[in-house]
């Protein structure tokens, strides 16, 4: 199993539209998870932390499952600017900050 | 906001060569980088962590002496591609993180494309 899994995707939304990513982890022991988003042959940029409280930046959602090992992503009233690929990451456990990241979820919003 | 900056952007250069590309923190001090290795359409693949100072730990399945890394500075780690061959073609980025919380997020470059030929 890997330690980071997401659908590949593409998940293909108009404008407007709701849409939820969900990536699963493998170490119970991670304490730090983090969404970036990557465009077209640039680098990650950090999207937002993941609390355990679940968190929220303007039209961004992010929310924690420890029980069930996945953190998620919701995107209301998609842009066309939002359609890039959404990496997901998690730390490789306590302490030292290791990140492993998912192979990312593949967003494209169309008018 | 934290500034990563890294040199050079892109590369092309033939087979044999040696590629070094630098990793700098602009406005903070970096006691950790981390070099990461991207081939199209995968995810991000940690290939080593840099700490100022001592040598870097590398992940398993990267050579060590291929990728050569240094972190000479609070600001500066370079990654070395020694004698580059064309499957060594890829996104590489760096990372990096301050002295604070160990739980704030690593702070990226904006990669190095290299290219074989």
């Known amino acids: 199993r890997k330690e980071v899994e997401q659908d590949p995707g593409p998940f293909n939304v108009p404008e407007g539209a709701t849409v939820a990513f969900n990536c699963t982890y493998s170490?119970?022991?991670?304490?730090?998870f983090f969404w970036y988003r990557q465009d077209c042959r640039k680098e990650p940029k950090l999207l937002m932390s993941?609390?355990?409280s679940g968190n929220e930046d303007g039209r961004f959602t992010a929310q924690l499952n420890r029980a069930s090992q996945y953190i998620s992503l919701l995107i209301r009233d998609s842009k066309l600017s939002d359609s890039a690929t959404y990496l997901c990451?998690?730390?490789?456990?306590?302490?030292?900050?290791?990140?492993?990241f998912g192979t990312g979820t593949r967003l494209l919003v169309s008018p | 906001g934290a500034v990563v900056s890294q040199h050079p952007s892109r590369v092309i250069c033939k087979s044999g060569t040696s590629v070094k590309i630098e990793c700098r923190s602009l406005?903070?001090?970096?006691?950790?980088m981390f070099w990461y290795r991207q081939f199209p359409k995968q995810s991000l693949m940690l290939m080593a962590t840099?700490?100022?100072?001592?040598?870097?730990?590398?992940e398993q399945g990267v050579e060590k002496d291929k990728f050569l890394i240094n972190h000479a500075s609070l600001t500066l780690s370079t990654l070395t591609v020694t004698s580059a061959h064309p499957e060594d073609s890829s996104f590489y980025i760096c990372?990096?993180?301050?002295?604070?919380?160990?739980?704030?997020?690593?702070?990226f470059g904006d990669g190095t494309r290299l290219s074989i030929l």
């Open positions: 990372s990096a993180r301050g002295l604070t919380d160990s739980n704030q997020p690593q702070h």
């Open positions: 170490n119970s022991a991670s304490q730090s």
């Open positions: 993941v609390y355990s």
């Open positions: 990451a998690v730390n490789k456990g306590t302490g030292f900050q290791k990140l492993v």
């Open positions: 406005d903070f001090q970096a006691t950790t």
């Open positions: 840099s700490n100022e100072g001592s040598k870097a730990t590398y």
